[in-house]
């Protein structure tokens, strides 16, 4: 069964903790981003991956880190550094540049 | 000016109409092109991919305007199911060039 996924689904923090999202792929993808959606708008590309032990800074990576040391796996930590961390958080992957992505079904976080 | 932009709705429309929407892109060497549906609070779901000679997957045609640097999705005879958010993406040659449009919401009522 193949796919992405993302855990946990809802995730609730104090301001000031780090927090790290979950998000693994079984489709042997070479690219893998963190988007963040907030409510009414568009997605925004955090962090992108094109392969294993490298990966990019997006539009909006003030405030977050990632990690790429496997293939299948891509965690986005949202650390206490972003001012506006409560938002729905979207993991995709692709076969490469280029091409079409496949979403994993989203964290939500909210930070009081 | 942004890179891909879409008239954001809400597109109110009976079921069994056809309804299109456009969405326009700023870069000439844009090279692939595609639709996606998100429901409320849920993730992006890829619809179809816009070729240039222009494809139809059953009640949905997308089409590509080069010349006019858009792309269109129609849909014919619309569901209740339907309604979505439609959001098209861009992707330009070189780095990770990929360009979400802010969606189309469309609401198709009984």
């Known amino acids: 069964d193949g796919g992405i996924t993302q855990s946990p689904k809802y995730l609730f923090r104090k301001e000031g903790q780090n927090v790290t999202l979950s998000c693994e792929q079984n489709?042997?993808?070479?690219?893998m981003y963190w988007y963040r959606q907030d409510p009414g708008q568009g997605l925004r590309l955090i962090y992108y991956?094109?392969?294993?032990?490298?990966?990019q800074k997006g539009d909006i990576a003030e405030g977050y880190s990632v990690s790429r040391e496997k293939k299948e796996s891509f965690p986005l930590t949202v650390t206490s550094a972003q001012k506006n961390p409560t938002a729905f958080y979207l993991c995709?992957?692709?076969?490469?540049?280029?091409?079409?992505?496949?979403f994993g079904p989203g964290t939500r976080l909210t930070v009081t | 000016r942004k890179e891909v932009e879409q008239d954001p709705g809400p597109f109110n429309v009976p079921e069994g109409a056809t309804v299109a929407f456009n969405c326009t892109y700023s870069?000439?060497?844009?090279?692939?092109f595609f639709w996606y549906r998100q429901d409320c609070r849920k993730e992006p779901k890829l619809l179809m991919s816009?070729?240039?000679s222009g494809n139809e997957d059953g009640r949905f045609t997308a089409q590509l305007n080069r010349a006019s640097q858009y792309i269109s999705l129609l849909i014919r005879d619309s569901k209740l199911s339907d309604s979505a958010t439609y959001l098209c993406?861009?992707?330009?040659?070189?780095?990770?060039?990929?360009?979400f449009g802010t969606g189309t919401r469309l609401t198709v009522i009984p």
């Open positions: 995709a992957s692709a076969p490469g540049q280029g091409y079409e992505q496949y």
């Open positions: 489709l042997n993808h070479d690219a």
């Open positions: 991956s094109q392969i294993v032990n490298d990966f």
């Open positions: 870069n000439s060497a844009s090279q692939s």
């Open positions: 816009v070729y240039s």
């Open positions: 993406v861009v992707i330009q040659t070189g780095a990770n060039n990929l360009f």
